[in-house]
């Protein structure tokens, strides 16, 4: 069981940054792929990164490729996500997500066992 809980959300103007973590329990984290996902309102939840247990291998949507970048330190059961260069359309919950069949390179919503209770990123034009 892996337990997940997300901060750092907030309210910032377009081209400014925010970091958001992500803290877990369990001792399966650092054997499972850490992604983020978000969800806007009306639309459905998307990926926006992933990275694999090592660290070595990282996917990003393409929206946020360039801007974002995500991280993870397996000794503090941490991963985080910078946000730079954010966008009004980066408006969202920003959810921490983890899961067995969750694959880096390939990530899908539908395999992600455990979710976080999200985070709320709002950015103003």
């Known amino acids: 069981q892996v337990q997940l809980v997300e901060s750092g959300g907030g309210l910032v103007q377009a081209g400014g940054s925010l970091r958001l973590s992500c803290t877990a329990s369990?001792?399966?984290?650092?054997?499972?792929?850490m992604g983020w996902f978000r969800q806007a309102p009306g639309m459905e939840r998307d990926v926006v990164a992933t990275i694999s247990w090592s660290g070595g291998s990282t996917y990003y949507a393409r929206s946020v490729k360039g801007r974002f970048t995500i991280s993870r330190d397996n000794g503090k059961n941490t991963v985080h996500l910078q946000m730079n260069s954010l966008k009004p359309e980066d408006t969202a919950v920003y959810y921490c997500?983890?899961?067995?069949?969750?694959?880096?390179?390939?990530?899908?919503?539908?395999?992600?066992?455990?979710w976080g209770q999200g985070t709320q990123v709002t950015v103003s034009s």
């Open positions: 997500a983890s899961g067995r069949s969750l694959m880096p390179l390939a990530p899908r919503v539908v395999d992600a066992d455990y």
């Open positions: 369990g001792r399966t984290f650092s054997s499972y792929t």
